[in-house]
């Protein structure tokens, strides 16, 4: 995938940039609270219509109705012009090609992976920012898996509904019968597409990271399923767990076993990565694993995302610096980079230098 042209307007502190992306690496340079960030976090709004703000209303800039994000792009040679508009008083518009899409419609259309230092608290936050991660990655590599998601997610919630009236004695425990089996169906479709993504993302990112530290170490990625011990039969053995565990979700009035409740874990040479990680494994792993999320969408889609760096060279000996660097211009893929020194940037980089300050951009 290529971009060929982005335009933002009233986006955060931005009240108008619009700008032609170089084919291969593009560097943001500025101090902090200039918009630079901004700049990736409307492209990545883009991609998943995921943001940092609590509210959609904060992404327009101070004093405006409405922001608008409008990018041209080439996806399998063929061209195409996404644009999405955000009010504050009415519903999102987006518009791909001139025609109105629904926003589930809109992921895998427009790919991208945004890597930022909050990345390298992954390993140790909770199970939910992992999810979250390999839940975006499968979503933009396999639309109709994300439409599956949202199926899954639709029926815990009805589920969990049903528990309280039944913990309240207002309906009885046979209605969950029904209900378990259409989860136990739903839950399947997740789980198999997580562990054969998974297993695919193991041995990328292993291979990362063997190249990264010198083949010194192995890192090794691994679903986990509460209380599944088989990957055989999900359907079957997930209605057999939900079975199990139904006095408790009664009692608690929600489904304590699932797709939902599902981690990742991570190994480092044998060693879970949560507990016994230092600093410097943390951050290899971490880079690792963003570079084999770019390469798990090519091999699923064919193309290479745009990728989206966010202040990651200040988090980033000089070594893996030069080793990413020069990644992402073997493989071509085509990057904007934020930073607030160019002295992170060797001078034989191959790139474009912006200059951003107080939400203008100067080419």
């Given at each position: 995938?290529?971009?060929?042209?982005?335009?933002?307007?009233?986006?955060?502190?931005?009240?108008?940039?619009?700008?032609?992306?170089?084919?291969?690496?593009?560097?943001?340079?500025?101090?902090?609270?200039?918009?630079?960030?901004?700049?990736?976090?409307?492209?990545?709004?883009?991609?998943?219509?995921?943001?940092?703000?609590?509210?959609?209303?904060?992404?327009?800039?101070?004093?405006?109705?409405?922001?608008?994000?409008?990018?041209?792009?080439?996806?399998?040679?063929?061209?195409?012009?996404?644009?999405?508009?955000?009010?504050?008083?009415?519903?999102?518009?987006?518009?791909?090609?001139?025609?109105?899409?629904?926003?589930?419609?809109?992921?895998?259309?427009?790919?991208?992976?945004?890597?930022?230092?909050?990345?390298?608290?992954?390993?140790?936050?909770?199970?939910?920012?992992?999810?979250?991660f390999l839940d975006a990655q499968i979503s933009q590599a396999t639309p109709i898996y994300f439409m599956n998601l949202l199926k899954y997610n639709r029926l815990v919630e009805q589920r969990n509904i049903l528990?309280?009236?039944?913990?309240?004695?207002?309906?009885?425990?046979?209605?969950l019968d029904l209900w378990d089996e259409q989860l136990a169906f739903a839950a399947e479709k997740i789980l198999s597409k997580r562990l054969s993504s998974v297993y695919k993302l193991n041995f990328l990112a292993?291979?990362?990271?063997?190249?990264?530290?010198?083949?010194?170490?192995?890192?090794?990625?691994?679903?986990?399923?509460?209380?599944?011990?088989?990957?055989?039969?999900?359907?079957?053995?997930?209605?057999?767990?939900?079975?199990?565990?139904?006095?408790?979700?009664?009692?608690?009035?929600?489904?304590?076993?699932?797709?939902?409740?599902?981690?990742?874990?991570?190994?480092?040479?044998?060693?879970?990565?949560?507990?016994?990680?230092?600093?410097?494994?943390?951050?290899?792993?971490?880079?690792?694993?963003?570079?084999?999320e770019l390469q798990f969408l090519k091999s699923e889609t064919g193309e290479y995302p745009l990728l989206l760096l966010d202040d990651v060279m200040s988090e980033l000996d000089a070594n893996r610096r030069e080793?990413?660097?020069?990644?992402?211009?073997?493989?071509?893929?085509?990057?904007?980079?934020?930073?607030?020194?160019?002295?992170?940037?060797?001078?034989?980089?191959?790139?474009?230098?912006?200059?951003?300050?107080?939400?203008?951009?100067?080419?």
């Amino acid at each position: 995938m290529h971009v060929a042209e982005i335009y933002l307007e009233d986006w955060r502190n931005i009240a108008k940039i619009n700008f032609q992306p170089y084919t291969a690496i593009n560097i943001f340079i500025g101090r902090n609270a200039q918009g630079k960030t901004n700049i990736l976090e409307a492209i990545n709004f883009a991609s998943l219509l995921r943001s940092r703000a609590g509210k959609e209303s904060e992404l327009i800039r101070w004093s405006q109705g409405t922001a608008i994000i409008r990018i041209k792009y080439f996806k399998a040679g063929v061209s195409h012009e996404l644009a999405i508009e955000i009010s504050a008083e009415r519903r999102r518009r987006i518009l791909l090609d001139a025609n109105p899409i629904r926003p589930r419609e809109l992921i895998g259309k427009f790919t991208s992976v945004f890597f930022s230092p909050e990345d390298l608290f992954m390993f140790k936050g909770s199970p939910i920012v992992r999810r979250k991660f390999l839940d975006a990655q499968i979503s933009q590599a396999t639309p109709i898996y994300f439409m599956n998601l949202l199926k899954y997610n639709r029926l815990v919630e009805q589920r969990n509904i049903l528990l309280k009236k039944i913990r309240d004695k207002s309906s009885n425990a046979t209605e969950l019968d029904l209900w378990d089996e259409q989860l136990a169906f739903a839950a399947e479709k997740i789980l198999s597409k997580r562990l054969s993504s998974v297993y695919k993302l193991n041995f990328l990112a292993n291979s990362i990271q063997q190249k990264i530290s010198g083949h010194d170490e192995n890192l090794s990625v691994v679903y986990d399923m509460r209380g599944l011990d088989s990957e055989e039969n999900l359907a079957e053995n997930f209605f057999k767990l939900l079975r199990t565990r139904r006095a408790d979700d009664v009692r608690n009035g929600l489904t304590s076993r699932g797709p939902h409740r599902d981690d990742l874990k991570f190994f480092v040479n044998g060693r879970e990565l949560k507990l016994y990680g230092s600093q410097g494994q943390l951050r290899t792993a971490t880079l690792a694993l963003k570079l084999s999320e770019l390469q798990f969408l090519k091999s699923e889609t064919g193309e290479y995302p745009l990728l989206l760096l966010d202040d990651v060279m200040s988090e980033l000996d000089a070594n893996r610096r030069e080793m990413l660097l020069e990644f992402l211009c073997r493989e071509k893929i085509q990057t904007l980079i934020t930073a607030t020194d160019r002295a992170y940037f060797p001078s034989r980089s191959f790139g474009k230098f912006f200059s951003v300050e107080a939400g203008e951009l100067i080419e």
